[in-house]
């Protein structure tokens, strides 16, 4: 088993985990209302729908290799292109007229479950961070690899968790937080935007150059 892509999948899981967006955007609602204890029920409950969709993404990652190297080229680029775009979006975000409205969590570990079985957006962010990291080494993949790669990218996404749960619920995190959340936020899409021309680097190429036996 190549450890680069044991080290790429859980860097992709953490990548996954910490960047800004609506899991993260929540549960810093939640540990800012109710605390650490709070936020990281949330997130106990959250792992389990970034279990589901790192599982379905690897064996859709891992599922086109087989067919030829030119699907995963495919997915790579379209992969790269949705990630330049939430990247895009995430430099331009602006606030809302209406600001930012906290509603109360009263169960954090059956809201963190829900809302990571149900985030649309879950799915397509974990294939394209994934095809993002692991498409320089697409011909090396294959089914046998799918329990280790998908225990790395777990391990990454608790890792970032756990960073979570280590700064939510402090005053200092949460006022600076509220008062930079713009800048975070565009932080986070320029990090999008880095590994969608990542991707794009390794699957575009292959998509016009014929491959030698």
Not at 90 to 98: E, Q, T
Request: aromatic share 8%.
């Amino acid at each position: 088993m190549d450890l680069s892509l044991l080290l790429s999948a859980g860097i992709a899981g953490f990548v996954y985990g910490i960047t800004p967006g609506p899991g993260v955007l929540a549960v810093l609602g939640i540990g800012a209302d109710r605390g650490r204890r709070a936020g990281a029920a949330f997130l106990i409950g959250h792992l389990a729908g970034d279990v589901l969709w790192s599982a379905l993404a690897l064996v859709a990652i891992i599922g086109v290799t087989t067919i030829g190297s030119f699907v995963f080229d495919l997915l790579g680029a379209v992969s790269g292109l949705y990630l330049f775009w939430l990247g895009w979006r995430a430099i331009r975000v602006k606030r809302n007229a209406d600001g930012r409205i906290d509603i109360p969590v009263r169960r954090p570990l059956l809201h963190g479950l829900t809302f990571g079985m149900t985030n649309p957006k879950a799915y397509p962010v974990a294939v394209a961070t994934l095809t993002a990291l692991l498409s320089a080494k697409a011909s090396a993949l294959t089914w046998s690899m799918l329990p280790a790669l998908l225990v790395a990218s777990c391990l990454g996404g608790i890792v970032a968790y756990a960073i979570l749960v280590a700064i939510i619920g402090a005053s200092a995190v949460r006022k600076t937080y509220r008062r930079y959340e713009i800048a975070i936020t565009r932080v986070s899409g320029l990090m999008f935007i880095g590994f969608a021309l990542n991707a794009l680097i390794h699957s575009v190429p292959g998509l016009f150059m014929p491959k030698r036996a």
